[in-house]
Structure formats: C-alpha cells, structure tokens
C-alpha cells in the first residue's frame, strides 16, 4: 500500500474526482495543502487577492459547465469565515464548490490558537456537509464523502477543514484503485409523468416555468424539445435563462416583480396552468402569492423533496432531477404526437408573442448623462448569442435582464439567491478560466464593482481576459429606488468630488486610474453615441493584452427601473414605454403600433 501525507492523500483524490483548477489564498495552516498541490501536479492553482474572491471564482467556474466542481482553499480562522459568503451564494443556487481550509493542530482546538475558529459549526448552515477532520486516516472518505454529496440530490457546496497535524500525518492511501461514489438523484415514474401531462394536457392556456435545476441537470435540450412537441410556451427564471433562446418562438419572457418583461407577466397573468421544473417559486419571481397562483393548477417537479410545497402547495408534486422527468415527458409527449392526441396550442403560444411585439420597454434614449437603457441596447449589439453574461445584483442586474438577450444555458451567470455585491469580478474571472474561448462579459453597478476591485489584478497577473460593463451613477441604486417608499435618500450617496480627478464632477471614484493600477485596460464613455466603439476596442484590447477590459459607462444619476414592490400584476412602470420600433430597436421581437 502506498504511503503519503493526508494532505497528498487529498490532492489525488480531487485529480480522480474531476478537479483540474483550483483557487485560494496559501498561509500557514494550509502550506501542508499546498506542498503537496506543488508535488503532485495536475491541478492549476490561480491565486485570488481574497479568499471571498476565491470562493466566487469557484462558484463561476463551475457555473459554466456541466460537471465541474470549483475548488477554493484558505487558511484557518478569517480565510475560513471570508469564504462564508461564497458557500451562502452556492447553497442557495444549488452549486457544489468545495471549499478546503487549514486549521489550527488538533490539540490546540479548544485553546483559543491563533486563528483557530470552530468553521465547521459556523459554514453548516450554508453548506450540505462541513466538517473538521480530526483522525487523518478519515481524510481520503470524508473527501470521497464530500463530492458524492455535491453532486447527489440537490447540488450544494462542502467544506472540509483540515487541523495541520492532521495534513502532515502519514496515512496508508492507493489513490490508483480510488473510485468516485455513485451519484444518487431522484427520478420521476412514468406514472408520476402520464399524471403531471394529463394535468397540463386538460389544460386551455399552460405555461413551463423552467428553472435553475433545468440547467444544473443539463437537460435544456430535453426541456426544448418537450415544450416543441406540446406546443407549450415557456417562462425562464431568471437562474434559467437561457434554457430556451430568447428568440424561440416558445419563450414567452421572464416573470416577477424585477427580473421581467411585461409580456411576460401579461402572459403569466391569462395562464390557467403552471408545470414548474427544477425552480424554486422565488419571491421575486412569484410576488404575492395570492395574485400569483388564482385561478391556476400549479404541478411542480424538483429534484429535493422538501422544495415542494415550501412556498406553496402545488396541485401535485414530482420529486425528480429535472432531466430525468424531461426523459419521461418527451417520452410521453411523442407517444401522444404520434397517436394523434396532443391539443393544437398554437393560438396559446402565438397569443404571447402577439404581447411580446407590443409590450415592450423603451431603450433608445440619446440623453447626456447616458440613460443605462441604451448601454444594455448597445450590448445587444455588440456582444453576440455566444457571450456569457456574469451579473449579481442591483439596478445594473435587474435592468440587464429586463433588456439583454441570452440565447444559451449557463451564458447567464447570475447569482441569484444570495446576491452578494462584489461577487461579479471574482465570478467572472472563474467563468473565463473554464471557459477561455467563450467570450465573457460582466456587468457591475459602481459599488458591486468597487467592493472587489481588487480581484482585477488577478486577471493581470494570470493573464485572464474579459469585458466588464460598468455602469456608473455614483448611487446605491436599487436602495435608492427601495428608499422611496420611506420617502428619504439616505447614505446611499456614492457622490464626492474627487480631488485627484475634478474632471470626475460628483462621480468621486476614477475607476479608469484604479483599474489601470492593478494591470487592466479601461476606458470611460460620456456619451452613448460612443458606447458601440468602446465596446468594440474593449474586445480589442482583452484579446490583445489578455487582460480585463472595464468599460465604464457615466449615467445619469438618477434612473427608476421597471419593478414591483408587491404583486406581478403591479410593476410601475417609472420611464416611457415603447411606442414605436425605433425606440427598441434591438427587441427580438420588433414593436407593432
């Protein structure tokens, strides 16, 4: 039997689950880690300036393709609790990234060691297991343990915390006969199916409500194809959009109280029928519930059993992972096409294309300071279906989904639940490191931007190249706007003069100075008829130099963005609306008068 350090011991194991890339900070309870990550080879290493910026790498890189599991590492004590954040965004997303931490010796556990925190007790509550390995003969099941449970059920993270005595011990370990756990996930029965399409098949006017599951399950083509053969038009949330092209003649928009168009809540709001799959019922896609579910039969298929009737009770729920339901329903969908029975549903589905060519927003706007609804037009133009959009919250998130067109699963990496500002630089620098191919582009309010800038200089140094959009109206917009209904604007203020850059006026900080500091390109636009050429030279430059590319677009300081405080059938629309095709000119449906 071979011989080797626990710590070695654990980095075989992540080359035989999969891992090839990691992300971390190193220090001294977690050097034993990084010998052996050193030794053994196989695995990238790419060094975040922060370990919360290395849990959002993490939860990026794997966001983009199906399979991957990001790894990030630290030390014991604050590095641990700064990837907190990290493990709460994953959680709530179903994304499994593990997280591994150095600790104080075991014997110094209840000593109060420097930098010796219990965080293990501290990341239960936001990941599926987090356990300190106390025995190192345990490391090699604890960490086979870990990955079966990040990829069984419900996806979600793990933190393994491993003592330094514990990583320098000697174990007996083979990693060449290791073998990964087999993966458990639910599957609906073909009864539980034929049920759930009688019920959408009784139905006049149904909807599919395809969530963030679709696309964990990698199953968008089998949710494509269900919803052609039925002819049911389709809902993305906002964690699955992009299952169905933006374009397709069955999408029929987005829902809720911010993330949405106003076709697509028109058409939620005529619906008699809801088959929800791999979605949560989030409160801001549903509203109130009262408006949400009247007059509407509500099937819901989710791969954890305790998701149903969390939010509320469905008329009959599945507990499936989402592509193993999508086999049976395509199954059932063909067996009835081809004996003739499916319902017509084209007048349905044409029906909510009619209010997508007529409900629109307006993004044409030539005013200086620049509206941000032509920065999202110009992006339709510049970045093409390919592009992989990383966004997180605020004003900028909440109209980039309003306006922007995704036509592909995972090209819109948007953490959804947790929505952590600051997640956005590290995010995106983990999206292009597991996909370097890709064209990425991210998008960032100022202050989302400013609280992980310095995850910038990581691109720098590891030569990762991409485009971030920012939009910069020196406010915390969405508080702002939230503000209103307290009738006070209060300390969400980001303006001051700056006195290195009066040429700023209010707009204090020189994000332009700041990112050429830490080894990127910048470039800032004043005016919007300047917004496509410095989109175009941002590509230009990310590919020449191989570094992140910040555009920064001036807005006015004021915007109230389209949204709901209560009910989807309350959005308050704050801008003028669409009333002619010139004033959406990049909609994918053109304006009818």
Not at 28 to 49: D, E
Not at 52 to 70: D, F, K, L, V, W
Not at 157 to 180: G, H, K, M, S, W
Not at 332 to 343: K, V
């Amino acid at each position: 039997m071979a011989r080797m350090t626990a710590a070695r011991a654990a980095v075989e194991i992540l080359k035989r689950e999969g891992v090839s890339r990691a992300f971390g900070v190193p220090g001294a309870a977690i050097n034993p880690f990084y010998a052996a990550l050193k030794a053994s080879g196989g695995i990238q290493h790419t060094l975040a300036r922060h370990v919360e910026g290395a849990s959002h790498m993490a939860e990026g890189y794997t966001r983009t393709h199906p399979g991957n599991i990001g790894v990030c590492v630290g030390t014991s004590g604050p590095a641990g609790t700064d990837m907190i954040t990290g493990l709460y965004s994953a959680s709530g997303d179903s994304i499994p990234i593990l997280c591994i931490t150095g600790q104080a010796p075991t014997a110094r556990l209840h000593k109060e060691d420097f930098q010796a925190v219990d965080i293990a007790a501290i990341a239960g509550p936001v990941t599926k297991m987090a356990v300190t390995v106390l025995e190192p003969a345990q490391v090699p099941g604890v960490l086979q343990q870990a990955f079966h449970l990040m990829r069984s059920g419900r996806p979600g993270p793990v933190l393994v915390d491993l003592p330094l005595d514990v990583q320098l011990a000697e174990i007996e370990f083979d990693p060449e006969t290791y073998e990964p756990l087999p993966v458990y996930k639910p599957a609906a029965t073909r009864a539980q199916a034929a049920k759930a399409l009688a019920m959408l098949q009784a139905s006049e006017r149904p909807l599919i409500v395809a969530g963030g599951g679709v696309i964990n399950a990698d199953a968008s083509d089998l949710l494509t194809e269900f919803a052609e053969l039925t002819g049911v038009p389709v809902v993305p949330t906002l964690m699955g959009w992009g299952t169905l092209p933006d374009d397709h003649p069955l999408n029929a928009g987005m829902v809720g109280l911010q993330t949405s168009h106003r076709y697509g809540n028109a058409t939620f709001l005529e619906s008699d029928f809801v088959l929800g799959i791999g979605n949560r019922w989030a409160n801001r896609h549903t509203g109130g519930l009262d408006v949400y579910t009247e007059g509407r039969t509500f099937v819901h298929v989710d791969i954890e059993p305790t998701q149903i009737g969390r939010v509320f009770a469905p008329d009959y729920g599945i507990a499936s992972d989402a592509r193993a339901a999508l086999e049976l329903f395509v199954e059932l969908a063909r067996e009835q096409r081809d004996a003739g029975t499916l319902p017509d549903r084209s007048a349905w589905a044409e029906s909510a294309q009619e209010r997508r060519a007529t409900l629109q927003r307006r993004t044409h706007f030539e005013d200086i300071p620049i509206k941000p609804q032509r920065v999202y037009e110009e992006m339709n133009r510049a970045f093409g279906p390919e592009t992989r959009y990383v966004s997180t919250i605020g004003l900028s998130q909440i109209a980039g989904a309003q306006m922007l067109h995704v036509y592909r699963p995972r090209h819109w990496i948007n953490c959804g639940q947790a929505g952590p500002l600051g997640w956005t630089v590290p995010a995106a620098l983990g999206v292009a490191v597991a996909d370097p191919t890709t064209p990425v582009v991210a998008l960032s309010g100022d202050y989302d931007f400013q609280f992980m800038i310095e995850e910038l200089a990581v691109g720098a140094q590891h030569r990762i190249p991409y485009v971030h959009v920012l939009v910069n109206n020196a406010y915390l917009g969405l508080i702002r706007q939230a503000q209103r209904n307290f009738d006070i604007d209060f300390q969400v203020n980001l303006e001051f003069e700056n006195i290195n850059a009066p040429e700023l006026g209010v707009y204090g900080v020189d994000h332009v100075k700041v990112a050429e500091g830490l080894g990127c390109k910048a470039l800032r636009v004043t005016d919007p008829a300047d917004l496509a050429g410095a989109f175009a030279e941002a590509r230009k430059l990310a590919e020449e130099f191989r570094v992140p590319v910040v555009v920064e677009a001036v807005l006015e300081r004021v915007t109230n963005i389209a949204m709901s405080g209560s009910d989807i059938d309350k959005v308050s629309e704050f801008e003028e609306l669409a009333t002619e095709p010139g004033h959406a000119p990049t909609a994918v449906r053109t304006l009818k008068g």
